[in-house]
């Protein structure tokens, strides 16, 4: 048996890659744990002799809170939405053997081509004639609209691995469509909605455009857009204006360690064929 030979640029390439990595992400974690003094005395890599957390306390005291219940709130919505318009338009396109069906996967198709920032302006006007402007329902409803083209098309692709023997035993003994989709297509196709789910809520989390354009009073402000605002209040107090970057990285972290594997699984699929 031949002994495989180490890889030893490849493992020198990898671990160089590792700490450009990791030592932005340790930079940011220690000075978060600095006091402003601090910051500019001591050298910036070396770990903080009297390591504080009146950073993050004083982030909390400045409506943080509210800021991350706003972003709940507009990724929550979002990801609920997208969700059951991308099962059920995945679900027909898949199922129908119309013509229609196949224009409507290609309408799918062609809205993945079209970048959001060329809508800006049709979708502002669309906003304030439908007076929403500056409420947390005028972002949802542009992000469920630009989320939903690539659901679909991850949706779809894994909808077409389910045999077609499963359904016509299940209209055999009588279930309609809503059964099939709840039944049988909602199960099977989990790691799908998982990724979409996923996928789409750390969009949403660290969207700033919409935001920006489309509310105005602190009340409805999400974290990407007090992050913003935290620049301008602590803007010498960088340790603060980390710790405020911490806290607000958190639940996207923690969402992608939960799903991280059907994340994958189903962007591979979505695009693998």
């Keep these: 048996?031949?002994?495989?030979?180490?890889?030893?640029?490849?493992?020198?390439?990898?671990?160089?890659?590792?700490?450009?990595?990791?030592?932005?992400?340790?930079?940011?974690?220690?000075?978060?744990?600095?006091?402003?003094?601090?910051?500019?005395?001591?050298?910036?890599?070396?770990?903080?002799?009297?390591?504080?957390?009146?950073?993050?306390?004083?982030?909390?005291?400045?409506?943080?809170?509210?800021?991350?219940?706003?972003?709940?709130?507009?990724?929550?919505?979002?990801?609920?939405?997208?969700?059951?318009?991308?099962?059920m338009a995945a679900y027909y396109v898949v199922r129908s053997r119309t013509r229609f069906s196949g224009l409507t996967y290609k309408a799918f198709l062609l809205g993945l081509a079209i970048p959001l920032q060329a809508t800006i302006i049709p979708v502002y006007w669309l906003i304030t004639r439908a007076h929403l402007y500056d409420t947390l329902l005028a972002v949802i409803l542009p992000s469920v609209a630009f989320a939903i083209p690539l659901s679909v098309v991850i949706l779809a692709n894994f909808l077409r691995d389910v045999p077609n023997e499963l359904f016509?035993?299940?209209?055999?003994?009588?279930?309609?469509?809503?059964?099939?989709?709840?039944?049988?297509?909602?199960?099977?196709?989990?790691?799908?909605?998982?990724?979409?789910?996923?996928?789409?809520?750390?969009?949403?989390?660290?969207?700033?455009?919409?935001?920006?354009?489309?509310?105005?009073?602190?009340?409805?402000?999400?974290?990407?857009?007090?992050?913003?605002?935290?620049?301008?209040?602590?803007?010498?107090?960088?340790?603060?204006v980390l710790a405020a970057v911490i806290l607000s990285t958190l639940p996207v972290l923690a969402l992608y360690i939960l799903g991280r594997r059907q994340l994958v699984t189903g962007l591979t699929a979505g695009f693998g064929k």
């Design 1 to 87: 048996m031949a002994r495989t030979r180490p890889n030893v640029p490849g493992s020198v390439a990898g671990f160089v890659w590792l700490v450009i990595v990791l030592v932005p992400v340790y930079y940011v974690v220690v000075t978060s744990l600095r006091n402003q003094r601090g910051f500019f005395d001591a050298n910036p890599l070396s770990f903080p002799a009297n390591p504080t957390l009146d950073n993050y306390a004083l982030v909390l005291r400045n409506d943080f809170l509210r800021y991350f219940l706003n972003s709940a709130v507009v990724t929550l919505g979002t990801v609920a939405i997208t969700v059951a318009v991308s099962l």
């Design 168 to 240: 016509e035993s299940m209209r055999v003994d009588g279930a309609g469509h809503w059964r099939m989709l709840v039944s049988l297509v909602l199960p099977l196709v989990r790691p799908a909605v998982v990724t979409v789910a996923v996928y789409d809520g750390l969009n949403v989390w660290n969207g700033f455009l919409f935001p920006l354009i489309l509310t105005q009073s602190s009340d409805q402000r999400v974290l990407p857009m007090a992050l913003w605002a935290f620049q301008g209040q602590f803007r010498v107090n960088i340790p603060a």
